[in-house]
């Protein structure tokens, strides 16, 4: 019997699956990421799939990685998108149309629900959420809602398993990381120079190869089943 997921989540959690409860192996994945290429191995790890932070958006895939030394915690944010029927996919189309939220907002003055449909899916401002989200973790408990940059209002609400995840999350602001897993392909990613606010990107190929290497067979079966709409 196989199981097959689809799309993006499909994968990403094939990923988590596959891999278990393989210590070694997360780090390695981990590792994919060139920044923290030369991370020590942690001492332990939680993982949230598809973890829902209310008004600030859910996040595909949370990696936190603990250690000993507790300033020394790690936690990464990953938003995955794929090219479905987009041929030329492209991170600058993502950023592009991000710029042109931003000079929306500043030249209206005026709250974007509603008005551009297509912002809540964009991959920059989903990690800008994210990053929103931890740098005003502290101030959260009391529900007040909070402009984002778009001059939209969060919170967090009153959901106990997001306030669960939110507390999970807490005093590491230093130590987090915002990745998107994009489908342009490797060469493409790092030629490219706009890493704001600690974003950094990984591409489905590398995780494919990654895959091929470690032998991580329902992951690359998924990967065949979506053939052509990943990257």
């Not at 029927?85 to 991000?98: A, D, P, Q, R, S």
Request: hydrophobic share 40%; net charge positive.
């Amino acid at each position: 019997m196989k199981i097959y997921g689809y799309s993006e989540r499909g994968i990403v959690n094939s990923i988590i699956f596959n891999i278990g409860d393989n210590k070694r192996l997360i780090t390695e994945f981990i590792k994919l990421i060139p920044v923290l290429s030369e991370i020590d191995q942690p001492d332990d790890y939680d993982i949230l799939l598809e973890q829902s932070f209310s008004q600030f958006g859910t996040s595909d895939l949370i990696v936190i990685a603990y250690y000993n030394n507790p300033k020394k915690k790690l936690i990464l944010f990953f938003e995955a998108k794929v090219k479905a029927n987009k041929k030329n996919w492209t991170l600058n189309k993502h950023f592009e149309y991000f710029n042109s939220l931003l000079d929306y907002k500043e030249k209206h003055d005026k709250i974007l629900n509603g008005r551009a449909p297509h912002y809540a899916s964009n991959l920059f401002y989903q990690l800008y959420l994210k990053e929103f989200l931890i740098r005003n973790i502290e101030n959260l408990d009391n529900n007040i809602p909070i402009k984002d940059i778009l001059n939209i209002s969060r919170k967090i609400g009153n959901n106990e398993i997001v306030k669960k995840a939110v507390e999970m999350l807490k005093g590491v602001r230093p130590n987090c990381y915002y990745i998107g897993i994009v489908p342009s392909m490797e060469k493409q990613c790092m030629k490219l120079n706009f890493n704001e606010q600690m974003i950094h990107f990984l591409s489905w190929n590398k995780i494919e190869d990654f895959a091929k290497a470690n032998v991580l067979n329902k992951v690359l079966d998924i990967f065949q089943f979506n053939r052509g709409q990943i990257y």
